[in-house]
């Protein structure tokens, strides 16, 4: 039987917890986490599709393991996620050696799949509908009967995410996730009160909500509607839990409730994800994200009068169909004002079947993508290493993760390292101290400030 199972991850953080959670399962179910490819029985690529370059890597990773199954015909190899929801028939064309395909609404079933993949017969499939095959009740049903409904007891950990909302609704013009996830469905409140619970008893200090369009969370499961400010409210409660954050939020969904919640609730992180996309008007219409730059902007003002000295940080697509030099100089200017913590900047990929892959040619040449996408880059630093700069000589409180990446690149050894962690408003925090210290929060009196980076000395 195979025993020892390889899980990679592409992606966003909705598939680092579907892989978490696997993970569990797995273990539960007798298999091993095996540390790399080659020391594994069962490979298992958990997949993105959110642009071109993600889908690449997977299928050159997929070419690679060709040779590992000609030498060990046994090895079972699975790819899971977007990709998978997506592309089946494709992976199976340029990778006849795989022997599981599932979706992201199904992956609570990999343990059942790989014991039969083992016992031959194959290959084996398991997806959810297509948005268009059924009503929106049965395609939403063949996302969320197949998920971890009791999720498997992880690993005791300091941080953890949740997941709070299922797929998306918001049929953002350019974007694969509301086809691949399907339709935005909401987790009652009382099961995640009940996960966080768990996992605070079990010594996690900090949770974060996951949901594509998480501030657009509505549980109706009560006989009342629970909005995220609701929920915010409910694990606040919730003894041992130190700090609480949520993701992704969209900009037309940022009510004065949440913000009030933000301000008031004392563990709830003041640090808000909420991605502009572009600063200018015709291409937000040309992306359906329902809002303008004016509303964006109002939006900020908002946040900042309501949680002075909150965190903001926001997502950028540039070289969007149709993006002139001066669409793209409004986003420069949004991002100049908008004093975002950081921002995330994406050149556009077209996805076939998305409506803009359909409608608009994708017209910005890819040099000049490029060039946008490393001018806003240029523009977002600067404004990011002044933000950080306003630390220099402050005491933060930081969540302390681990060893620091520098400290794992120069293999550092031994009881004092290279620590790293994060403030409340999510900055990254590097100082040196003991690696006993990993899971707690301490505090650290800021040095030094680059622009993604603050160092300093506990204090
Ligand atoms: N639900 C979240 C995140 C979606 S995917 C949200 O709405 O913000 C994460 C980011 O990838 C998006 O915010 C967007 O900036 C980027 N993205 C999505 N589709 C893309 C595409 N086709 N090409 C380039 N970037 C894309
Ligand atoms: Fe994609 Fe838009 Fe949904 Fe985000 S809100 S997942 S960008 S469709
Ligand atoms: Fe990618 Fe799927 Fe997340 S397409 S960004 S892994 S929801």
Redesign the pocket.
């Known amino acids: 039987m195979p025993r020892r199972v390889y899980i990679e991850t592409l992606g966003c953080q909705m598939n680092v917890l579907d892989s978490e959670l696997l993970a569990a399962a797995l273990q539960e179910a007798g298999f091993e986490l095996a540390g790399a490819r080659r020391a594994a029985d069962v490979v298992l690529f958990n997949t993105c599709s959110v642009r071109q370059h993600a889908e690449d890597k997977v299928y050159s990773a997929l070419g690679r393991l060709k040779h590992l199954k000609d030498q060990r015909p046994g090895t079972i190899i699975g790819v899971l996620g977007c990709m998978a929801q997506k592309d089946c028939e494709r992976i199976f064309r340029r990778a006849p050696h795989v022997d599981l395909v599932v979706g992201p609404g199904q992956i609570s079933r990999v343990p059942e799949l790989i014991e039969r993949a083992a016992g031959g017969g194959g290959p084996h499939v398991a997806l959810s509908a297509d948005r268009s095959s059924g009503s929106r009740a049965e395609v939403a049903a063949s996302f969320a009967r197949a998920d971890f409904a009791a999720p498997p007891s992880r690993p005791a950990a300091p941080q953890a995410m949740v997941r709070a909302m299922f797929g ?1 609704d ?3 013009t350019y ?1 694969v ?2 086809s691949v996830r399907g339709p935005e469905q909401c987790r009652p409140a009382r099961e995640i009160v009940a996960e966080v619970r768990r996992l605070a008893a079990g010594g996690c200090l900090e949770v974060t909500l996951l949901g ?2 998480v501030n657009q969370y509505a549980d109706t499961s009560e006989g009342t509607t629970l909005q995220l400010s609701d929920l915010l409210g409910r694990l606040n409660e919730i003894s041992g839990l130190r700090r609480i954050r949520f993701v ?1 939020n ?1 900009p037309k969904s940022m009510s004065d409730d949440l913000l009030a919640a933000v301000r008031d609730l004392d563990k709830v992180c003041p640090y808000l994800h909420v991605p502009a996309q572009s600063g200018s008007d015709a291409v937000l219409a040309r992306m359906k994200r329902g809002y303008t730059a004016g509303f964006y902007r109002d939006m900020l003002r908002r946040i900042a009068e309501t949680v002075p000295g909150a965190a903001a940080t926001s997502d950028f697509i540039v070289g969007f169909c149709g993006e002139t030099e001066a669409d793209f100089e409004q986003t420069v200017d949004l991002v100049r004002k908008g004093r975002f913590k950081n921002s995330f900047i994406f050149k556009y990929s077209p996805r076939p079947g998305t409506p803009a892959a359909e409608r608009y040619a994708d017209d910005v040449p890819e040099e000049v993508k490029r060039r946008r996408n490393n001018e806003l880059l240029a523009v977002q630093n600067a404004v990011s290493l002044e933000a950080n700069k306003r630390f220099v000589g402050r005491r933060v409180e930081v969540l302390v993760e681990g060893p620091s990446k520098t400290a794992r690149k120069r293999g550092q050894t031994g009881p004092l390292r290279q620590l790293s962690g994060r403030t409340a408003c999510d900055r990254i925090v590097v100082f040196d101290g003991p690696t006993a210290l990993a899971g707690q929060l301490v505090e650290v009196m800021i040095e030094r400030a680059e622009p993604v980076t603050l160092f300093g000395r506990l204090y």
């Open positions: 998306c918001n049929f953002c974007c996730v509301p594509q369009a992704t969209h």
